[in-house]
């Protein structure tokens, strides 16, 4: 990458744990976009150990780098960068990285030490690709907010990137998680966009009671969901409890069937799932 931009050329960079998809493809897409033809566009692929708690799924995390590399190459990727556990995580390590407040809502409390695990390994990737952009998924909006965070904080010459949701033909986010869901599960599962949906045209015709959109989301998502972890409408920056203003994000993370599904949609700025 240094020699990339020795010669002038930018660097796009999209930090991912592989299994692809095409949410994964759009965000290389973009990451080209932005550096244009002439730029170098790179994908990290590494499943991240620290951001695995210990009843997670690290150890049936799809692994399929072959497959990944080759789906790189159709979204015009010129890097894949996939090292082992050993190379990022050296004997003796001891440091982690901790963007406090906006690790602590949502997803916080449901996986402690998740978003640690990850502010970590992305320093030290944002550290080995140097001065880029660096393209991630809304998917995980509480994900990009703390490393927009994590970026300006450090001071690091990094642009971080926030791409739209992308989703399946049902409306429902893209996921590698998808794939433990069984047909019955999917069917399940495809209200989430349907209530994010419903939430988006409620605050279109004006409603901003924080409790109403949440209410209204949730008392469908129960109608499906084997457990919920939170329904939550926050401050889209700061990811404060929403206080009122003119976007407000509804962020939903549940279970159907063993498998663990987030999303989200910014009322005022997005538009309803479809």
């Not at 692809?20 to 730029?39: I, K, M, N, Y």
Request: aromatic share 6%; proline share 5%; net charge neutral.
């Amino acid at each position: 990458m240094d020699e990339a931009r020795a010669r002038g050329r930018r660097v796009g960079f999209v930090p991912t744990m592989g299994a692809l998809h095409e949410g994964h493809l759009t965000l290389a897409r973009e990451a080209r976009a932005r550096v244009g033809d002439h730029g170098l566009v790179a994908v990290s692929i590494f499943v991240n150990p620290t951001q695995f708690g210990p009843n997670e799924d690290f150890s049936k995390y799809p692994r399929e780098l072959e497959r990944d590399v080759a789906r790189c190459a159709t979204a015009g990727v010129d890097v894949v960068f996939a090292p082992d556990a050993a190379s990022m995580y050296p004997a003796g390590e001891r440091t982690r990285v901790t963007v406090r407040a906006l690790s602590e809502p949502l997803c916080g409390p449901f996986r402690p030490g998740h978003f640690e695990g990850v502010a970590t390994i992305v320093t030290k990737l944002f550290a080995l690709a140097g001065r880029s952009v660096a393209v991630f998924g809304r998917k995980d909006y509480q994900q990009w907010r703390i490393l927009s965070r994590l970026a300006e904080d450090l001071m690091l010459p990094v642009e971080v990137v926030g791409v739209r949701t992308v989703r399946e033909k049902d409306g429902l986010a893209m996921s590698s998680r998808n794939r433990y869901l069984s047909d019955e599960d999917r069917q399940r599962a495809s209200a989430i966009p349907k209530a994010l949906g419903d939430a988006a045209r409620a605050w279109e015709r004006g409603e901003r009671d924080a409790s109403a959109l949440r209410e209204g989301a949730e008392a469908k998502l129960r109608a499906v969901a084997d457990s919920i972890d939170y329904v939550d409408v926050r401050d889209p920056s700061s990811l404060e409890p929403y206080a009122g203003g003119d976007r407000a994000l509804l962020a939903v993370a549940l279970r159907v069937g063993n498998t663990r599904l987030i999303d989200n949609v910014v009322l005022g700025e997005e538009p309803a799932p479809a």
